[in-house]
């Protein structure tokens, strides 16, 4: 792929939607977008990688290994793809026998054929053929009037009392020794369904903007992100997670949204939910990272998105000279915010009480780029969608520990769901 060629643009919002409507023609193709939020050391505001020069997809098995192969013939290259969460029955030798409605692959990346960077003031193209007759297709694009969609009915997966039926057994668990916090989801779901893809990102955008969005599109599976959380970073010899555990709700007033975010940065609860799951972090980069250098950077930090507001920890370290980038994903993966402890039973117990397979939810979108460095999200506040099957899925989840209060916990579930569903609706 040449060096990149750069074009000015006039209007980044209506550009940004050109190059949407212009990646839709590919099979599949990966929309990374910041959202203009500056807190996480953006490395750049839209990257968008569309065509496919060369891909691999395999389930749990052999997967890093066969990653780390693939890997190694296209070193020096941009890769863009995703890690499924059943990879855990690789990392950890476990297994998963609940419904799948969606059937995205455990690991698939690709080698693509153009990359995009957008920023405000220009695009940058990467690619082996014309980069300006790119700008200039995309430039044409037209933007579409919004079509409005059938309504349709979303339904939970759990009931409430079966969710709060399980919390009260995972809280027996948790009484008995076998986990300490376990992070419990449930699965809303509609089909047959047709949605539009493209306007229902930029819905989804609009209400909940989050600095790891993503769109992504692997021949007939989608995924609609609206991710604020980051798994794992590397730049240069640096390393860095940002788990996130504690949430309260944003209101109207600001006495009372001011008020839910002091009772957040206040509540002993969410901030030994959160500890937990640093202390988590901590242990899983001292496998990747020279000795001494992990520590956490920030602490209980709160900090505000459109529905909620959340609290983020920031945990780096510095990389191990000998560890490449697929085993400093395997010796990490899934991400603690998503499973509990400790890990592998966690994820037992998960299998055990959740009705989904969680597939590509909670699992991880990103890049690497051709210096070697990488950035990944972590899939949750997402719309899972197979257009071929008309079914759609999201999941929403929280954090459970002996002192939750299973009613406050459902309560949070949908409030994570309302901005999916308001978009849907």
């Keep these: 792929m040449k060096e990149g060629q750069s074009f000015l643009i006039d209007n980044f919002n209506d550009f ?134 059938a309504s349709f009915e979303i339904k939970n997966r759990i009931s409430k009392e079966d969710y709060i039926s399980s919390i009260k057994k995972i809280q027996q668990h948790i009484l008995r020794g076998d986990c300490y916090e376990l992070n419990f989801c449930q699965e809303f779901f509609a089909q047959p369904v047709t949605i539009d893809i493209l306007s229902t990102y930029k819905k989804l955008s609009a209400v909940s903007p989050n600095p790891f969005a993503a769109l992504y599109k692997v021949n007939d599976r989608y995924c609609i992100c609206a991710s604020p959380e980051r798994y794992l970073k590397k730049a240069g010899n640096k390393i860095f997670s940002q788990p996130i555990k504690g949430t309260s709700s944003r209101n109207e007033n600001k006495n009372i949204d001011d008020a839910n975010k002091q009772h957040l940065l206040n509540s002993q609860k969410e901030k030994s939910e959160n500890v937990m799951v640093v202390d988590l972090v901590r242990n899983d980069l001292s496998k990747i990272c020279k000795e001494a250098t992990v520590k956490v950077d920030e602490l209980f930090g709160i900090y505000s998105f459109p529905q909620v507001h959340q609290m983020i920890s920031t945990i780096s370290g510095e990389i191990k000279d000998d560890i490449d980038w697929v085993n400093a ?86 409030l994570k769901a309302a901005a999916i569903k308001s978009v849907l609706k």
Excluded at 103 to 113: K, N, Q
């Design 329 to 414: 994903v395997k010796a990490t993966f899934p991400m603690g915010s998503m499973t509990g402890a400790p890990k592998k039973r966690v994820m037992q117990l998960i299998e055990q009480y959740e009705q989904t397979k969680r597939g590509l939810f909670s699992g991880s979108i990103g890049y690497i780029n051709p210096n070697g460095d990488f950035d990944f999200n972590v899939v949750i506040r997402s719309t899972l969608y197979n257009a071929e099957a008309k079914y759609l899925s999201f999941q929403t989840g929280s954090a459970i520990t002996f002192y939750s209060n299973a009613e406050e916990e459902y309560n949070e579930c949908l």
């Design 16 to 149: 940004k939607i050109k190059m949407l409507n212009w990646a839709n023609r590919f099979n599949i193709f990966c929309f990374l977008d910041n959202l203009h939020y500056n807190f996480n050391e953006p490395a750049f505001e839209c990257l968008l990688a569309a065509g496919v020069q060369h891909r691999i997809e395999m389930q749990a098995g052999k997967a890093f290994n066969g990653l780390k192969d693939f890997y190694s013939q296209h070193k020096n290259k941009w890769l863009f793809g995703h890690f499924g969460y059943d990879l855990k029955n690789e990392t950890e030798q476990l297994q998963s026998n609940n419904f799948d409605g969606i059937g995205f692959a455990d690991i698939h990346f690709f080698v693509p054929e153009i990359v995009l960077q957008l920023n405000e003031r220009q695009l940058t193209v990467f690619c082996d053929g014309d980069a300006a007759a790119i700008f200039k297709n995309i430039s044409e694009q037209t933007i579409a009037e919004e079509n409005s969609q």
